[in-house]
């Protein structure tokens, strides 16, 4: 097994390597001695130092906190962990074929120095830890997007086994990958995923021929099923060095020939699913297509939301939390900051009513009721729907059809069809949104997209509190705020066509079959979701529900309230008390529109509210994204934009409503 010398500082924390030196004086090592550390002695990294302070390891049954220098000298020898990258083109299965591959030890990272995201987990093979890469799709390694740029520069960091991944239905397209692949002259064996796929396709592949010809083990898996991954995994040890030699220039050619010699396609009857697809991409019928599947869509995350909220979160926070609340109210008095802070501010005569259950979990503001409630009982039950919706329309397929569907549309905001995936993401948090608008191939496309998302799309967080906000005013309140948004979002696209300068390439994409989702891969990544929503959301909740009683027990509001009351009230026609919203608006939306709630507003004014709110500064965690992807001058420009706007459309919006009204 092949080792690697470092220090106990340097070692990654739960790793495990063999003291060989020890470089301190011998008064230390008398004294490590004695503790039974001394040269032989296998050690566990329990954590890293914070701020130059000790470092825990773990050895037999003990563990010990040794000082930074002391860490700093101890000198092991850590076995090299083998690396396994995942390399394929889009849409072949490589994502399933890595969650079969890792179980659940699955990690997801931003590659250093970049937004692109990428997943790694572990395995055991013949007995030793390997990681596994899931490399951002590419098609070719020149790379022509961010991603594809990072999966070239992942190839070229040590010495790792490269898996290509295979669509077996589209040899010929896979294979321009592959032979790029092989001079890069590493070890390397090829997946042949989806390979019950070829049994419908009328697809026969010579694995032996296409084996020999390569120079490389070739499997045929198919990674929805587990068929052939055993096969993979004891075939990565024999990953070979291929030989395989050609001109560059002549690749497609080469291609080709490959192609005829091991591959034979048979007649074939079209599938349900195939006809499907077909329909999915015409005008004609791709239209009430898409139009239903939204539909399904918004109403399948209203019911399962609603009812996860009414039914099990609600429930639960009665139950469980609020008696502990209660307590805790009367422990600390009932009053005073501190109550307020921690519990929040409700009115005794209302404990045991109907409303007050939402007056304290609501509308109160304590860290331990609203704060928590807020994130976990009113908006994770509609995340969560979102997400698994979400999940289900990306792995079946669905959502290339849909780029292609309303390409025309987004050409007339300077965009092409791809740009409605990043916008669908960004219902669920803008923050993915933003990242995955990466996928346009341009700045301005890049540009164009997340101005639009940060302006006139909600998250799922803030529509669900503005869905609280509009209960009680008229039906049309929502069609009303939601329509309205959507006008934003046309006009502005229409602006920023001629306004912001550059290139937008046409649409260049692969649409892939429909395909039943991995159920495992689909809950996994649902998973890794909702634990990034949960990491992101609380912590903010609760720091804004701690300014926002600061603001309050300091008069900061009220004196903002007068400062402003010409924008606020005049501009906007809304109380002095919602600037309050608009200052906690830039931390978290959601928090913004929840703290609109106690306000009573008018119909007139939940519509200005609420469009005002959306179109408003993007949240920090959206507008440090956003720094990272354009830069102080760009994100300052898409701000600058986005607050005039904001001004424009809720003063517009308020002098047509009064006089409508």
Known sequence: METEKKSLLDMKEGREGVVIEMLAESGMRDRLDNMGITVGTKLTKV???FLHGPVTVKFGNSQTALGYGMAEKIILEEPVIKKILLIGNPNGGKSMLFNRLTGANVLAANYPGSTVEYAKGN?????EETEVIDVPSTYSLKPTSAAEEIAVRMLAEGKPIIVNVIDSTNLERSLNLTLQLLKTRRPMLVALNLWDETKHTGVNIDVEKLEK?????????TAISGEGIKDLVELIPQAKISSYDFDDAERWHEVGN???AVQTITHKHHTFLEWLGDRSVRPLTGIPIAMAVLAGMFWAIWQIGEGLSSYLFEPLFKILWLPLMLKLSAALGGTGFLHDLLVGSFNPANIGTEKFFSELFGESFGLLTTGLFVPIGAILPYVFAFYLIMSFLEDCGYLPRLAVL???LMHRLGLHGMSIIPMLIGMGCNVPGVLAARIME???????TVLLMVISIPCMAQTARIVILAKGHPWFTLPMIFGTLFLVWLSVGLVARYVVRGKSPEILMNIPPYRIPYMRGLLKKLLMRMVWFLREAVPFVL????????????????FMGGLLKPVVSGLLGLPPDAVGGLIIGFLRRDIAVGMLLPL???????????????IYFPCVATFAVMFKEFGLKGTLKALGLIVLISLMVGGLLNLVLSLAL
């Open 213 to 221: 010809t390569l120079g490389v083990p070739c499997v045929p898996t």
């Open 123 to 127: 395995v055991t093979i013949a007995d």
């Open 442 to 448: 341009s700045h301005r496309q890049r540009f164009i």
């Open 258 to 260: 490959i192609v005829e």
């Open 600 to 614: 009573n507003l008018s119909f007139r004014q939940v519509v200005v509210a609420s469009v005002m709110l959306t």
């Open 406 to 408: 309303t390409d025309t």
């Open 47 to 49: 954590n890293d130092s």
């Open 543 to 558: 720091l804004g529900v701690f300014i926002a009683n600061l603001l309050y027990t300091s008069g900061i509001i009220e």
